[in-house]
């Protein structure tokens, strides 16, 4: 199997950074051990003004036998020939996608300790790779990897027989893309894609195989118009890891597109002269109340659910009472923007031990937030379709059970007073639903009674007479001596709930 990756450059700006990149000289010619055979990275050309890196992975079929995966190696277990006589030396596949994640591994999480300037540079990039098998075609071939940024993409069928046109072109292609891209990105795309086009895995696949999807699928996969597609075909067509990826990626293309607190109609203000006082945006008063309801409750060690890009994690940290602050988010990419906000590599020691940033899906029941003294919610809930509030109820109050959570939700009604929201519209896109100020009271006391709390309620916001407040917030206080109040099967929510170590 074979693959090169070619940029251009200049004096100033040489192509050859792309060594550092890879950590791997240009100068050398490096092997590597693999399961499956060696693999060999050298550079054919190395200048200021293009480089190109080659990797060459040599199987060898009989370690891939041996290895007892002969339905993996293109015949039936059975069929003793097949397994050593077939494609997979020479076509691109779940075998390369391996050796890429092994030896390009610095650069496949996008790290760079040399030059950690050039990790997040867009490049020139040349991708060609000679044999690749494509069940589906060209056509699908460009359904992948035209959404994602490439200018150009031309898979080339192989045919059959060069002498003999008439039997047509075989299900390989001959790969060639060019644009500017990150090359965490183009690395990332190809440990996916590759499996994907070949339809096929060399090995078993695991419930650990849903996040290594999401690791590389962070920032691209999630709004891909064909991640079911993917999804399906990496996971090997396993029913159950499918959906499980699929709701994940749901909730983490929702947090993307929210960013977290970047709604225009929240941020928006009236326009005012000079000498006149700006009014506080609305996300701004929001945190502010959920702050003085966190201090109102004496919470210390204090969860935030869908934290996003951290602006409250931020806000927390401030205040020395809080003395464990837990951001949660289903996007690496806004835990990874969130720990730029809080500048975690530069927090001196004991200001680090104070907070944590960790991945994890709502939907989902999770033991490492069990035992916190609160949980925030703060505009995540409208983020979902109502089928999965369910889910969510659970692993917050069910599971979780921290002794206060917060929740607040935009409240519908007052969307007539946004003069630049169009009538009957959502306030974002990605909102599922948007709730009167009856409907919130109706879902919270529901789920209050369902799991042992009271809620009260408290506007956000300049309450209009008519309409309410623009934002409203539930405050769930734990009944008191109640800890161990589980979920009524009755309602669904619970045996039927995924229980806790199937989440990522």
């Given at each position: 199997?074979?693959?090169?990756?070619?940029?251009?450059?200049?004096?100033?700006?040489?192509?050859t950074?792309l060594?550092f990149?890879l950590?791997?000289h240009?100068g050398?010619?490096?092997?590597?051990?693999?399961?499956?055979?060696?693999?060999?990275?050298?550079?054919?050309?190395?200048?200021a003004e293009?480089?190109?890196a080659a990797?060459?992975l040599?199987?060898?079929?009989?370690?891939l036998?041996?290895?007892?995966?002969?339905?993996g190696?293109?015949?039936?277990?059975?069929?003793?020939?097949a397994?050593y006589?077939?494609?997979?030396?020479y076509a691109a596949?779940?075998?390369?996608a391996?050796?890429?994640g092994?030896?390009?591994?610095s650069?496949?999480?996008?790290?760079?300790?040399?030059?950690?300037?050039l990790?997040?540079?867009v490049?020139?990039l040349?991708?060609?790779?000679?044999a690749?098998?494509?069940?589906?075609?060209?056509?699908?071939?460009?359904?992948?990897f035209?959404p994602?940024?490439?200018?150009?993409?031309r898979?080339?069928?192989?045919?059959?027989?060069?002498?003999f046109?008439?039997?047509?072109?075989s299900?390989?292609?001959?790969?060639v893309m060019e644009?500017?891209?990150r090359?965490t990105?183009?690395?990332r795309?190809l440990?996916?894609?590759?499996p994907?086009?070949?339809d096929a895995k060399?090995?078993?696949?695991?419930?650990?195989?849903?996040?290594?999807?999401?690791r590389?699928?962070?920032g691209?996969?999630?709004?891909?118009p064909?991640?079911?597609l993917i999804t399906?075909?990496y996971?090997?067509?396993?029913?159950r890891?499918t959906?499980?990826?699929?709701?994940?990626?749901e909730l983490?293309?929702?947090?993307e597109?929210?960013?977290?607190e970047?709604?225009?109609l929240?941020?928006?203000?009236?326009?005012t002269?000079?000498?006149e006082?700006?009014p506080?945006p609305l996300?701004?008063?929001?945190?502010?109340?959920?702050?003085a309801?966190?201090?109102?409750?004496?919470?210390?060690?204090?969860?935030d659910?869908?934290?996003?890009?951290?602006q409250l994690?931020?806000?927390?940290l401030?205040?020395?009472?809080?003395?464990?602050?837990?951001?949660?988010?289903?996007?690496?990419?806004?835990?990874g923007?969130?720990?730029?906000?809080?500048?975690l590599?530069?927090m001196?020691?004991?200001?680090?031990?104070?907070?944590?940033?960790?991945?994890?899906?709502l939907a989902y029941?999770?033991?490492?937030?069990?035992g916190?003294d609160?949980?925030?919610l703060?505009?995540?809930?409208e983020h979902?379709d109502?089928?999965?509030?369910p889910?969510?109820e659970?692993?917050?109050?069910?599971?979780?059970?921290?002794?206060?959570?917060l929740?607040?939700t935009p409240n519908?009604?007052?969307?007539?007073?946004?003069?630049?929201?169009?009538?009957?519209?959502?306030?974002h896109?990605?909102?599922?639903?948007?709730?009167t100020r009856?409907?919130?009271?109706?879902?919270?006391g529901?789920?209050?009674?369902?799991?042992g709390?009271?809620?009260?309620?408290?506007?956000v916001?300049d309450e209009?007479?008519?309409?309410?407040?623009?934002?409203?917030?539930?405050?769930?206080?734990l009944?008191?001596?109640?800890t161990?109040?589980?979920?009524?099967t009755d309602?669904?929510?619970g045996?039927d709930t995924?229980?806790?170590?199937?989440?990522?």
């Amino acid at each position: 199997m074979f693959l090169t990756i070619t940029t251009t450059g200049t004096a100033a700006d040489p192509a050859t950074d792309l060594g550092f990149l890879l950590h791997k000289h240009p100068g050398k010619a490096q092997a590597f051990a693999t399961s499956h055979g060696s693999a060999h990275v050298f550079y054919p050309e190395a200048t200021a003004e293009r480089c190109t890196a080659a990797l060459l992975l040599e199987v060898d079929p009989v370690a891939l036998v041996r290895r007892g995966q002969g339905k993996g190696c293109g015949g039936a277990p059975d069929a003793a020939l097949a397994q050593y006589v077939n494609d997979r030396p020479y076509a691109a596949s779940s075998l390369l996608a391996v050796a890429l994640g092994k030896v390009f591994r610095s650069a496949l999480n996008g790290r760079c300790a040399a030059r950690p300037e050039l990790v997040d540079r867009v490049r020139p990039l040349r991708i060609e790779i000679p044999a690749l098998p494509a069940r589906g075609g060209p056509e699908l071939v460009h359904r992948l990897f035209d959404p994602l940024g490439w200018d150009l993409v031309r898979p080339e069928p192989v045919p059959l027989d060069e002498q003999f046109p008439e039997w047509g072109d075989s299900r390989y292609v001959r790969l060639v893309m060019e644009g500017e891209l990150r090359l965490t990105d183009a690395l990332r795309q190809l440990y996916v894609l590759l499996p994907v086009l070949d339809d096929a895995k060399h090995y078993w696949v695991a419930p650990d195989e849903v996040d290594k999807l999401l690791r590389a699928g962070d920032g691209w996969l999630a709004a891909h118009p064909d991640n079911a597609l993917i999804t399906s075909r990496y996971l090997a067509r396993h029913k159950r890891l499918t959906q499980s990826a699929l709701e994940r990626l749901e909730l983490a293309r929702l947090a993307e597109a929210d960013g977290s607190e970047a709604e225009e109609l929240d941020n928006a203000v009236d326009e005012t002269t000079d000498t006149e006082e700006r009014p506080v945006p609305l996300a701004v008063r929001r945190r502010e109340a959920v702050l003085a309801a966190l201090r109102s409750a004496g919470a210390a060690r204090v969860l935030d659910l869908g934290c996003g890009q951290g602006q409250l994690v931020q806000e927390l940290l401030k205040d020395v009472s809080f003395t464990e602050i837990v951001g949660v988010d289903v996007s690496m990419r806004a835990l990874g923007t969130a720990a730029r906000r809080l500048r975690l590599e530069r927090m001196g020691e004991k200001q680090a031990q104070r907070v944590r940033l960790l991945q994890g899906s709502l939907a989902y029941t999770d033991k490492r937030l069990a035992g916190y003294d609160a949980a925030v919610l703060s505009e995540v809930i409208e983020h979902l379709d109502l089928p999965r509030l369910p889910a969510l109820e659970y692993a917050v109050f069910g599971s979780a059970r921290p002794r206060t959570v917060l929740v607040t939700t935009p409240n519908a009604e007052y969307n007539v007073r946004w003069e630049s929201l169009p009538a009957g519209h959502v306030r974002h896109a990605d909102h599922r639903f948007e709730w009167t100020r009856a409907e919130f009271r109706e879902w919270a006391g529901a789920v209050a009674g369902r799991y042992g709390y009271t809620a009260q309620f408290v506007p956000v916001g300049d309450e209009d007479p008519e309409v309410g407040p623009p934002t409203q917030m539930a405050v769930f206080t734990l009944a008191a001596g109640d800890t161990t109040h589980t979920a009524d099967t009755d309602t669904g929510t619970g045996t039927d709930t995924p229980k806790e170590g199937e989440a990522a």
